[in-house]
């Protein structure tokens, strides 16, 4: 039963090495089959999901604008644009500058060469800290600060897109995502906000962005593999990509109001923190999986799974534990793409409720066929190293 | 009986607890008796070699146990100490708080001393530094380090020490965040989502390429030769911030929940307003309108007319031109008043605590009401004349004050406001 304070899924804004874009999406990842878009040789050991080649000038029309940022930024805004132009709300100032946004962010990307002359110089002096005050005062370009501070992403869409309503950042891995979603939906469920833009980017590319996981060991190393057969391999099982996920979410009565299509509806957000060394982690996806009250019947379940050992493991136990659910670990095509993980997952659960199909097996060893319409879908992303969230996104 | 919903039929929102940690000391009683007393605790800095640097002063939260031990220790520890001075005022047990955690804190990375470290462990010239670095990385057996560059870790751990219910939300805003922490946990409270929050603003992040960055954009004072004199905001001579640490937190709780089990009513959180600037990634709008919107949605989500607040907590960083651009905003909405309306700059003597600043500032505002006693702005002995304000210069002030507006303005267009009250309105 649909009620006016639903809340709806009018814009998807998406990137990932597959292409840019939902219908993109939709006409790759329904193709049976489908080989990822890898990129082995320029991180190796490590295996990465590249960006596909983008036309920046298509959503950041100033060259200026486009140099203020990094490419993390410009990734985020240039979905976030897309997401935008789906809704019908880019370019209308009433419904930009009323706005509300919630953007997931980790942080944007150092100066590799000034990082590595530092280091290198580190080899022949003892006095290490006024070596970094030297290069750092001299070498650093003033406004690079700006392109990796975590909430200048949202800072580069008001600039950008003129979404102006207000401005929040959460960070956090795939926990940030979660809460950005849970929170724009309790907001216009709560009558607190009408429309709202949510999401995040992830540029991979970056030997930081790779150190943030391997600092505890969590990428694959060595041949590629699927996101659920990698726990025999060397590493710890996360395959990074680069990618971005913005969904706009409306208010139903907002939505209809002014004729707007209609993906899908977001039903229940939940979320949380397992004491992962305390052994709660298969508990608390049991208790998330409860929480979203499955509906009865075949399931179609979009699962974020990193590939991360531990917690993949326990997803896919928890998945399989019911003959219902048929999932779809998106990871194996996309790679892993962090912040934006829970909102990918959300957009593509959109995406199959929205085109009345299931995506078929990505990885046919561990997957199971789905056959018929899906008109409820489950989203997931069981955090690599902590936090956890689900939501059931329904037909229109 | 008393009302225990607000204008708008919302659950009203209560502080029950208040922590607070800046370079004046640890806790409200160092704090208050240092800041009504006109103290500063802008000092030469000594975390790190000043060699090179334009500034060389800062108000670091230097005696602390991770005061050198790096950004991540250091925030976690300035927000644990805020945590539980706060959930102990309200009467809560420590370790079982109960509700949802919003942590204000600064982006993270690696630091300089582990990247130098890793780096340096490896040997083998044939590679590239950052190859180097992902070799010794995953052939590290601890998970400290990796800590340090998860953003969501601290949060994480807070959760762990004092029992908060959930995922925590780690966010930023920029120099809005702190106040950003307490809007995220009255509007859970206004859902109905909880009965009460703990929200915090917690940065420990005064590294020597935190202040390089900020002094590159030309954002920082470079008066170093009495520290305590560099913060001057409204000031003619005011030349950028003075980067500091610190943290403040407060316990918010439905009135309801509040007096229900007894607990001491500190103040209200009676309203939140925001809004975006789309102007600049580090300039406001030349007109304000974004500051003037953020105030107005403050003082209409409280229930308040302009002329029902009686103090202003200002954002009043001693740049040039957040001074100038605040001074238009406030003159905008209470026209010919504000020139008799006190206005005063905590940041004066405790510097910009950048993600913590909105926090620790609620905290003062909320002292303030409760004691009756506004605290100054110093350095106030050449007044920019231009910026017409009664700034409550260089001396506290005895007054009674209901209400108070605290402003929080930061890079990429954040704008956020906050209205306080002594009693429910």
Same mark, same amino acid.
């Given at each position: 039963m649909s009620s006016p304070r639903d809340v709806v899924i009018t814009g998807i804004g998406l990137v990932s090495s597959l292409g840019e874009g939902p219908?993109?999406?939709?006409?790759?990842?329904? =193709?049976?089959?489908?080989?990822?878009?890898? !990129?082995?040789?320029?991180?190796?050991?490590?295996?990465?999901?590249?960006?596909?080649?983008?036309?920046?000038?298509?959503?950041?029309?100033?060259?200026?604008?486009?140099?203020?940022?990094?490419?993390?930024?410009?990734?985020?805004?240039?979905?976030?644009?897309?997401?935008?132009?789906?809704?019908?709300?880019?370019?209308?100032? !009433?419904?930009?500058?009323?706005?509300?946004? #919630? #953007?997931?962010? $980790?942080?944007? @990307?150092?100066?590799?060469?000034?990082?590595?002359?530092?280091?290198?110089?580190?080899?022949?002096?003892?006095?290490?800290?006024?070596?970094?005050?030297?290069?750092?005062?001299?070498?650093?370009?003033?406004?690079?600060?700006?392109? =990796?501070?975590?909430? /200048?992403?949202?800072?580069?869409?008001?600039? #950008?897109?003129?979404?102006?309503?207000?401005?929040r950042t959460f960070m956090g891995e795939e926990g940030a995502g979660v809460a950005a979603v849970e929170t724009a939906a309790a907001r216009i469920r709560s009558g607190q906000s009408t429309h709202i833009l949510v999401g995040g980017a992830f540029q991979t590319e970056h030997s930081d962005m790779l150190l943030g996981y391997e600092l505890a060991g969590y990428l694959h190393r060595g041949p590629w593999k699927p996101v659920w057969q990698r726990q025999d391999s060397q590493g710890g099982g996360v395959v990074s990509g680069s990618g971005a996920a913005f969904l706009v979410l409306e208010q139903r009565e907002h939505a209809t109001s002014r004729g707007r299509k209609i993906y899908a509806e977001l039903g229940p957000v939940v979320s949380g923190r397992a004491r992962r060394r305390q052994g709660e982690l298969d508990a608390e996806i049991a208790t998330l999986l409860k929480q979203v009250a499955l509906p009865n019947g075949k399931l179609l379940a979009v699962s974020g799974a990193s590939g991360a050992h531990v917690a993949t493991t326990a997803e896919k136990a928890a998945l399989d534990a019911n003959p219902a659910i048929a999932t779809r670990g998106f990871s194996t095509l996309t790679g892993h793409m962090k912040e934006a993980q829970f909102p990918f997952a959300v957009a593509l659960a959109a995406l199959a409720v929205d085109r009345k199909a299931a995506y078929p097996v990505f990885d046919a060893a561990a997957e199971k066929p789905f056959e018929g319409v899906p008109a409820t879908v489950l989203a997931t992303a069981i955090g690599y190293h902590q936090f956890e969230g689900m939501a059931l996104v329904n037909a229109a | 009986m008393a009302n225990l919903n607000d204008h708008m039929g919302r659950p009203i929102v209560a502080v029950t607890g208040i922590g607070v940690v800046t370079s004046l000391g640890v806790g409200k009683t160092d704090n208050w008796a240092a800041l009504t007393s006109g103290k500063s605790g802008i000092h030469p800095i000594t975390r790190f070699p000043v060699d090179h640097l334009n500034t060389r002063i800062s108000g670091m939260v230097d005696f602390l146990a991770s005061s050198s031990k790096g950004a991540s220790p250091l925030t976690y520890e300035l927000a644990e100490l805020a945590g539980? !001075?706060?959930?102990?005022?309200?009467?809560?047990? &420590?370790?079982? %708080?109960?509700?949802?955690?919003?942590?204000?804190?600064?982006?993270?990375?690696?630091?300089?001393?582990?990247?130098?470290?890793?780096?340096?462990?490896?040997?083998?010239?044939?590679?590239?530094?950052? !190859?180097?670095?992902?070799?010794?990385?995953?052939?590290?057996?601890?998970?400290?380090?990796?800590?340090?560059? =998860? %953003?969501?870790?601290?949060?994480?751990?807070?959760?762990?020490?004092?029992?908060?219910?959930?995922?925590?939300?780690?966010? &930023?805003?920029?120099?809005?965040?702190?106040?950003?922490?307490?809007?995220? $946990?009255?509007?859970?409270?206004?859902?109905?989502?909880?009965?009460?929050?703990?929200?915090?603003?917690?940065?420990?992040?005064?590294?020597?390429?935190?202040?390089?960055?900020?002094?590159?954009?030309?954002?920082?004072?470079?008066?170093?030769?009495?520290? @305590?004199?560099?913060?001057?905001? %409204?000031?003619?001579?005011?030349?950028?911030?003075?980067?500091?640490?610190?943290?403040?937190?407060?316990?918010?709780?439905? /009135? @309801?929940?509040?007096?229900?089990? $007894?607990?001491? #009513?500190? $103040?209200?959180?009676?309203?939140?307003?925001?809004?975006?600037?789309?102007?600049?990634?580090?300039?406001?709008?030349?007109?304000?309108?974004?500051?003037?919107?953020?105030?107005?949605?403050?003082?209409?989500d409280a229930g308040l007319g302009e002329d029902k607040i009686d103090y202003v907590n200002a954002h009043g960083t001693s740049t040039p031109e957040n001074d100038k651009m605040e001074h238009l905003a406030l003159s905008t909405v209470f026209g010919e008043r504000i020139s008799s309306m006190p206005v005063s700059s905590n940041k004066s003597m405790i510097g910009h605590t950048l993600s913590a600043a909105g926090a620790v500032e609620a905290a003062f505002s909320l002292m303030t009401m409760r004691e009756s006693v506004i605290p100054p702005t110093i350095n106030y002995d050449n007044p920019d004349p231009a910026i017409v304000l009664d700034v409550v210069p260089n001396k506290k002030r005895n007054a009674e004050v209901r209400t108070v507006l605290s402003n929080s303005f930061g890079f990429g267009g954040q704008n956020t406001c906050l209205v306080m009250a002594r009693e429910p309105v």
């Open positions: 219908d993109a999406h939709w006409q790759k990842l329904v =193709q049976p089959g489908l080989q990822p878009v890898l !990129e082995a040789a320029r991180f190796a050991p490590y295996t990465v999901h590249p960006l596909p080649e983008i036309d920046w000038n298509l959503q950041i029309a100033k060259r200026g604008d486009q140099r203020q940022m990094e490419t993390w930024q410009r990734l985020g805004t240039y979905a976030a644009g897309l997401a935008l132009d789906d809704a019908g709300i880019k370019g209308n100032d !009433e419904l930009c500058t009323t706005m509300d946004m #919630v #953007v997931a962010a $980790g942080g944007g @990307e150092r100066d590799e060469a000034v990082d590595a002359a530092i280091l290198a110089a580190s080899e022949s002096r003892n006095d290490r800290d006024v070596l970094l005050n030297e290069k750092l005062t001299t070498e650093l370009r003033p406004t690079l600060f700006l392109a =990796q501070l975590s909430n /200048l992403l949202a800072g580069n869409i008001s600039i #950008v897109h003129k979404v102006t309503g207000s401005s | 539980l !001075e706060a959930v102990a005022e309200a009467g809560l047990d &420590s370790s079982d %708080f109960g509700g949802p955690l919003f942590l204000a804190s600064p982006p993270v990375e690696l630091d300089w001393a582990e990247r130098f470290s890793l780096y340096n462990s490896d040997k083998d010239k044939d590679h590239t530094a950052a !190859e180097r670095l992902l070799r010794v990385a995953r052939s590290l057996k601890e998970l400290d380090i990796f800590e340090t560059t =998860q %953003f969501g870790s601290i949060a994480d751990r807070l959760a762990d020490r004092l029992g908060t219910r959930g995922l925590p939300i780690t966010l &930023s805003t920029a120099c809005a965040s702190g106040a950003t922490a307490i809007q995220l $946990g009255v509007e859970a409270i206004r859902r109905g989502e909880c009965d009460r929050a703990l929200s915090i603003g917690a940065d420990g992040s005064a590294t020597a390429e935190a202040l390089i960055r900020f002094s590159l954009l030309s954002a920082l004072s470079t008066h170093n030769e009495i520290p @305590e004199k560099a913060s001057k905001p %409204f000031s003619r001579d005011r030349d950028g911030f003075v980067l500091a640490e610190g943290s403040g937190a407060l316990v918010l709780e439905s /009135l @309801e929940a509040a007096l229900a089990r $007894g607990a001491t #009513v500190l $103040g209200i959180l009676g309203g939140c307003g925001e809004k975006a600037d789309d102007f600049h990634r580090t300039r406001s709008k030349p007109d304000a309108s974004p500051a003037i919107a953020a105030v107005r949605a403050a003082l209409a």
